[in-house]
């Protein structure tokens, strides 16, 4: 199943990623205090991992001044970081996206043979109409198998995710454009990957 070439998979360029967050952790990362963490929540859109906006900096910010569901930030910030992909997990390329499919069907025919209930993705209770489903629980778990599967089958890992999200309102009526499009991409081993993909 995971045996296909991903030669092309690895961007050695670099990238500069904006990350919302409390302004005392940003002044934290900034003093070598600590370091991001990796989220872990169960509807993380591209899995486990360190999330930044790409090259967005107000996408970040406003992520930091109105956080979604549960989450609280006293004082709204910003952490810019500069990494590169590594083996990435391109969602923006076929054989990313194919992957994505194959993973979805094995992880559903392992439900049903299990009789396990199947994560969806969601609205918020408060937002039944907004076609953007922001809580994505199939989609982590999704991500996530292939992460299992590429280690089962001893493959290098991938050490970020990257993705286009087509969110919000259109520009303008019948409009293909969105004013929350963006791209995001999650770094999932930003110390221990060959290339240490956080570079600053």
Not at 74 to 86: D, Q, R, Y
Not at 163 to 169: I, P
Request: hydrophobic fraction near 35%.
């Amino acid at each position: 199943m995971l045996s296909q070439s991903y030669i092309y998979s690895s961007d050695p360029g670099l990238i500069i990623g904006f990350h919302g967050c409390d302004q005392e952790v940003r002044d934290k990362i900034v003093l070598n205090q600590t370091t991001l963490r990796a989220s872990k929540n169960k509807w993380d859109w591209l899995g486990e991992g360190m999330y930044f906006w790409q090259n967005n900096y107000e996408r970040a910010l406003h992520y930091a001044i109105d956080p979604p569901g549960k989450i609280k930030i006293k004082t709204p910030a910003v952490s810019g970081a500069i990494f590169n992909l590594g083996n990435c997990l391109d969602l923006t390329d076929k054989q990313g996206i194919d992957l994505v499919k194959t993973s979805y069907e094995t992880l559903i025919k392992s439900a049903q043979a299990e009789d396990k209930k199947f994560p969806r993705n969601i609205n918020p209770k408060g937002d039944p109409g907004s076609k953007d489903k922001i809580i994505r629980n199939l989609d982590c778990a999704v991500i996530n198998n292939i992460h299992t599967l590429i280690e089962k089958n001893e493959e290098p890992p991938f050490e970020s995710v990257k993705a286009v999200f087509f969110e919000g309102k259109e520009l303008y009526e019948g409009a293909g454009f969105l004013d929350r499009t963006h791209v995001q991409i999650c770094i999932r081993n930003p110390r221990d990957c060959k290339m240490n993909c956080v570079k600053g």
